[in-house]
Every structure is written in structure tokens, then in C-alpha cells.
């Protein structure tokens, strides 16, 4: 497919910007949590993951660079 019809065109049909967005997300996830959930039962795990999503979300929304259009 990326022979036939070009690596840009390959990565629009198959959405590829998409899946690069959500590998980095879980890579700035497990950079800020660790690789593995620390607690041993579900509850505590569940609260775990939702204060690193926070925390993940926190810092993207910090780093996010503020847009002004120019006319």
C-alpha cells in the first residue's frame, strides 16, 4: 500500500497521526506514573490511574502554547 500510493497518503488512510498521538500520550503516562500500577486491588488502581490521567492532563495543558490569529 505505501509503494502504491505514497507513506503521506498511507498515514491519511490509515489514520496514522491518530495512533502517534496516543503512543505519546502513554509514553508521558508511564514517564510521570511508571510502567505499572503500584496498588494491588482494583478500587485503589482505578484511583491511581485517574490521578495519573490528571496529573498527565495538568502538565499538557501547562506546556500548551497559547494561539493568537494574525490578520
Known sequence: MIQEQGRLSWQKAVKYGRRSLSEVAMMRYKTVMGRRLHARSL????TEAAAGC????VMTRLGMPVYHRIT
Open 54 to 57: 490528571k496529573i498527565v492532563n
Open 43 to 46: 478500587p485503589p488502581q482505578k
